[in-house]
């Protein structure tokens, strides 16, 4: 029985939700191994629309372990906010279906306010397109070892210590930004009010996903964003400040690599991408235009607009290789029923050259021009669809283009936002 890591193909916003909880429902447990709420699920249940931004796509199932990792880093208000609305929803959560990795890093007010205040000081053209969570800031602390983790709560004066570090280093920023320093003591008073109700939920999750493993239990592995927001292979510095690429799974739970049976890569039919930073096949006409509006492609945690593109093929083909995706779950396709023609990226050219990859120093990166291929679109509706024999030829051409295109098999096929809207061609827990 195979474990399976999640992860998105593109900038993110890929529909990971829809397909986690496809497969969620056919796992054991469902862990996080990276990120923080700075991005969201939208999951869509017999009708019912959760919208989850920490919590593990699993805890809208029953009789699972829903896990949050270490490679996390957790706003424990933002959790425990969360954790009501979807109680309120009708979802029991408890110690018994939620753990939290007890050397999570937590993200502090202190980390949004030094967020936003370094984004707003940012000189025009240099902004990342932070949401302004405290997610970088968070990560740096990790990094710096002067994060307080989800164990520290547990004891009073290793608390306070912890605290203690960590101003040394932002009362020092915050100066040099124009904020007034950090109230210790409120901080710390926040963080001793929150402790028992975060601490009824810790535990040794490497521990515990070892025994799983060696019970024989499905585990899915469950990432945020997208492969190309990667801190290493993503289109720095327009990046999240975590590793998002499949091998962060097995670190960030703590449990070997060996353990990773499946990779899945998450890819729309398209392109999208919020925020700043380089896009090759960003349109700024009538299709950029109808594709936002038919993909509803606006952020589920921010909000903001999403940029629309025609699909990169070398770029998809890039992550696959630093991921190591055994298949992709193809999603949205629906939308692009009615186009006429299609465009489809195969190379870019940088300065009259031709390349098959995107490069990494940014400069060539904002002078690289996509090179397309033509295909013809279809104009019966694929929205539904639940078999190959009930897609329109030209849209299964498509398909079997991508496939060469990227050298990765489609898995998986969505054709709606329904978990029952989907072609199910390699099934990743029996690999």
């Not at 493993?213 to 290493?232: M, N, P, S, T, Y």
């Not at 899945?264 to 594709?291: M, S």
Request: hydrophobic fraction near 40%.
């Amino acid at each position: 029985m195979a474990n399976v890591v999640v992860v998105g193909a593109q900038w993110g916003d890929e529909g990971k939700g829809k397909i986690v909880d496809w497969l969620s429902e056919r796992a054991d447990v469902i862990a996080r191994f990276q990120g923080g709420h700075n991005a969201g699920h939208t999951l869509v249940i017999d009708g019912a629309v959760y919208k989850l931004h920490a919590l593990p796509s699993g805890v809208v199932r029953g009789n699972k372990l829903s896990v949050i990792g270490n490679g996390v880093v957790l706003d424990p208000w933002h959790l425990l906010g969360e954790i009501e609305t979807i109680r309120a929803q009708g979802v029991e959560i408890t110690p018994e279906t939620l753990m939290i990795a007890e050397n999570t890093p937590l993200i502090l007010p202190i980390h949004g306010e030094l967020d936003r205040a370094r984004e707003e000081a940012a000189r025009p053209g240099a902004k990342i397109g932070t949401t302004g969570r405290g997610i970088g800031p968070a990560y740096e602390d990790k990094v710096g070892r002067r994060s307080v983790r989800v164990a520290d709560l547990a004891d009073d004066a290793t608390l306070e210590a912890r605290v203690d570090r960590a101003l040394t280093h932002h009362n020092a920023l915050r100066k040099g930004l124009g904020i007034a320093e950090v109230d210790r003591a409120a901080l710390i008073a926040q963080l001793k009010e929150i402790a028992p109700q975060i601490l009824q939920y810790a535990g040794p999750v490497w521990k515990v996903m070892t025994e799983k493993r060696k019970a024989g239990k499905r585990i899915l592995f469950e990432g945020a964003q997208g492969a190309l927001l990667d801190i290493d292979f993503g289109t720095y510095p327009f990046v999240t400040s975590s590793n998002v690429i499949a091998g962060q799974a097995a670190t960030g739970v703590g449990i070997g690599p060996g353990a990773i049976d499946y990779v899945l890569g998450i890819v729309k039919a398209y392109t999208t991408r919020v925020g700043e930073g380089p896009f090759p096949t960003e349109l700024h006409d009538e299709d950029g235009q109808r594709l936002g509006e038919r993909g509803h492609e606006f952020g589920t945690t921010t909000g903001r607009k999403r940029r629309c593109g025609w699909f990169d093929a070398c770029l998809v083909r890039q992550t696959c290789a630093t991921s190591g995706v055994k298949g992709i779950a193809l999603t949205k396709l629906d939308v692009l029923d009615g186009f006429e023609t299609l465009k489809i990226c195969v190379g870019y050219d940088l300065d009259g050259q031709r390349l098959d990859y995107l490069p990494t120093a940014a400069d060539q990166q904002a002078r690289c021009t996509p090179i397309y291929e033509e295909m013809p679109g279809w104009s019966a509706s694929t929205e539904g669809a639940r078999s190959w024999a009930d897609l329109p030829g030209e849209a299964v051409k498509y398909v079997r283009r991508i496939e060469e295109l990227i050298e990765c098999p489609v898995a998986l096929l969505s054709t709606s936002p329904e978990r029952d809207d989907t072609i199910l061609v390699t099934d990743p827990f029996a690999d």
